[in-house]
């Protein structure tokens, strides 16, 4: 069973992982916790035992606590609109493959066609 500090740790690690998003291929973990600590307003110090859950070094008031659960949802509405962004996009994207491949479908068919028309006199003549 967590107790009431472990779950606290766990919850400012959530949020500090958050707000590192999105990740890069080029990020390694001292740029995504600078990346938390700044979008949190956070020192990096602040940030890294988030970050790794020290609960030892996780001392959070009501204040600071409020203020960062604001954050996440500030940033969960921020991912969100990324998100969507990104599927509508992607939405887009497949819409014109589909197109093309349903004209490169139509076009070889059409090649196919013409070329039974153009066997078709020399079949008959022999």
Same mark, same amino acid.
């Given at each position: 069973?967590?107790?009431?500090r472990? @779950? =606290?740790?766990? $919850?400012?690690?959530?949020?500090? &992982? *958050?707000?590192?998003?999105? #990740? ?5 973990t001292?740029?995504?916790i ?6 949190l ?25 409020? @203020? =960062?659960?604001? $954050?996440r949802?500030?940033l969960? &509405? *921020?991912?969100?609109?990324? #998100?969507e ?6 939405r ?32 008959g003549?022999a």
């Amino acid at each position: 069973m967590l107790t009431k500090r472990d @779950r =606290l740790a766990a $919850e400012m690690q959530g949020i500090v &992982r *958050l707000a590192a998003e999105p #990740l890069r291929p080029c990020d390694n973990t001292k740029s995504l916790i600078g990346r938390a600590a700044d979008a949190l307003g956070i020192s990096y110090r602040r940030a890294r035992s988030f970050w790794y859950g020290s609960t030892e070094q996780v001392l959070v008031r009501d204040e600071e606590a409020a @203020r =960062l659960r604001d $954050e996440r949802d500030r940033l969960l &509405r *921020l991912k969100e609109q990324r #998100l969507e962004r990104e599927l509508h996009e992607l939405r887009t994207l497949l819409h014109y493959a589909e197109q093309r491949h349903a004209a490169a479908k139509a076009g070889q068919r059409q090649i196919v066609a013409e070329g039974a028309e153009a066997a078709a006199p020399a079949v008959g003549a022999a």
